[in-house]
């Protein structure tokens, strides 16, 4: 029997509340960056599951859900790029350390 | 089928809290690409291989080689994390309950939603693609960010 979409939908929406307790929750960049992977790969999943369900006969739902997957790791490259960047200056990649925007 | 969509569902979601929970950064990264196959072995679940495979390579391989051969500062910076959670982790807790109960609530209340998100779909394509290709600008702007002195 299969799964309905509901329960793709609530499975997405805990593993999102899961990503966004990390990203506002924990101080350490690199980790906060885990968080927001984990939010889109909830969207991910929503986008697949929404695909399969309306029996769309083109592959849309396929094709947005690559375009998130490309779009996850272009801000992780970016995300990371920017703690090595703090790392390299402050030598720290606590995110409440990189405070100098507010001074 | 039922039964593997439970099991795949349990250790994505543990593994997401476990990532959250997790104070050495590197368990926190192996949590994640154990998150990521679990999400992979959904997508095979719902008949899209092509994604699931993409899901399988960048995440599950992409997260052990960063991992693995990562440069120096990222090494350094994981090493087992003596921060835990932030001081006002409760809030951010109360945020993500509420907002994951609003979610949940609506996917059981619309289950006629997934005809307008699949509408959607056609819309947005063409400005979508036209991101996806600029995104290659945003990864050369991390690699000139992270190797500046």
């Known amino acids: ?103 | 089928m039922e039964i593997l969509f439970f099991v795949l569902g349990i250790i994505t979601l543990i593994a997401a809290l476990l990532v959250a929970l997790q104070r050495n950064v590197r368990h926190a990264a192996l949590f994640l690409a154990i998150s990521c196959l679990g999400v992979a072995g959904l997508l095979y679940l719902l008949q899209a291989p092509v994604v699931a495979t993409t899901q399988l390579v960048v995440y599950g391989v992409g997260i052990a080689a960063l991992i693995r051969f990562s440069p120096r500062p990222l090494r350094q910076m994981t090493r087992p994390d003596a921060l835990g959670p932030a001081p006002r982790w409760w809030g951010a807790a109360l945020v993500a309950v509420a907002l994951g109960g609003i979610l949940i609530w609506g996917a059981l209340a619309y289950p006629g939603a997934s005809g307008a998100a699949t509408d959607a779909h056609t819309d947005f394509i063409l400005p979508l693609i036209v991101g996806v290709i600029l995104l290659p600008l945003a990864m050369t702007a991390a690699v000139r960010i992270g190797g500046r002195r």
């Open chain 1, 1 to 103: 029997m299969t799964p309905a979409l509901s329960w793709y939908l609530i499975l997405g929406a805990l593993l999102f509340s899961a990503g966004l307790y990390t990203v506002l929750a924990r101080r350490n960049g690199v980790i906060a960056l885990m968080g927001i992977v984990l939010i889109l790969n909830s969207v991910t999943l929503n986008l697949v599951a929404f695909w399969r369900y309306a029996e769309s006969a083109s592959f849309d739902g396929q094709v947005f859900a690559m375009a998130v997957i490309v779009i996850t790791i272009a801000q992780v490259a970016v995300g990371l790029g920017l703690i090595v960047a703090l790392w390299r200056r402050y030598s720290t990649a606590v995110l409440d350390e990189a405070d100098a925007l507010k001074e």
